[in-house]
């Protein structure tokens, strides 16, 4: 802890619906956390590199990591419930497509030094899992981000920028080489690594482990 502060990073990809389901349950922790204030930074993560840009259809993206439809429609199942817990409207149908991430978290990392990006990921999340937005279009990508107030130029010179392309791959480098290899994954205080969507007492059981150390 830092100047009576906790704080925590915390690692995940657009891409993975457990991100989401622990996105909710972290801030449902930190509405009822009435301790020392808790400072968040998002990282980036990929869990698909070799996603190809013009993405996946359900079918074939579900089966190729869950082996059959069956196995898939269990999963998908599991986490339509999972996410009613925490008012998530998961739909995983046929309009749905998997896409590669890494153009998603350059316009994140940019929203971060901005201020916003915890509000464009939480924006993202709902596009892609409950909306069935194909977030590897480009007029998606500029319908969302004029609501923060992006024009389409600045959209398309930031997902073009293979500098900043490399910036994140090596933000996500940094991760992994930290031994993070699922996502969600949180680190507090660069001291204490939780991983999955942990439930928010979980959450709160640490904030008060953390709180009390010197």
């Not at 981000?145 to 933000?171: H, P």
């Not at 660069?190 to 969507?197: D, F, R, V």
Request: hydrophobic share 40%; aromatic share 12%.
């Amino acid at each position: 802890m830092s100047n009576g502060t906790i704080t925590v990073d915390i690692v995940s990809d657009v891409a993975c619906p457990w991100c989401f389901i622990g996105k909710r349950n972290f801030e449902s922790a930190i509405e009822k956390w009435s301790g020392v204030p808790v400072k968040v930074t998002w990282h980036p993560y990929q869990l698909d590199p070799a996603m190809p840009s013009s993405g996946q259809t359900r079918d074939t993206y579900l089966v190729s990591k869950f082996g059959s439809i069956k196995a898939t429609n269990a999963m998908t199942d599991r986490l339509s419930n999972a996410g009613k817990e925490v008012h998530i409207n998961f739909d995983f149908g046929d309009e749905w497509l998997a896409v590669n991430t890494l153009q998603l978290h350059q316009l994140l990392h940019v929203a971060r030094e901005e201020g916003f990006n915890e509000t464009l990921k939480e924006r993202f999340f709902s596009a892609y899992f409950e909306d069935s937005k194909k977030l590897n279009q480009p007029q998606v990508l500029y319908d969302i981000l004029a609501e923060f107030g992006w024009i389409s130029t600045k959209v398309d010179e930031i997902i073009s920028d293979q500098a900043l392309a490399f910036v994140v791959q090596e933000e996500i480098s940094y991760y992994q080489k930290l031994g993070v290899s699922g996502v969600p994954f949180f680190i507090l205080n660069n001291k204490y690594g939780m991983s999955g969507a942990q439930p928010t007492e979980a959450f709160l059981a640490t904030f008060e482990k953390l709180s009390k150390e010197n």
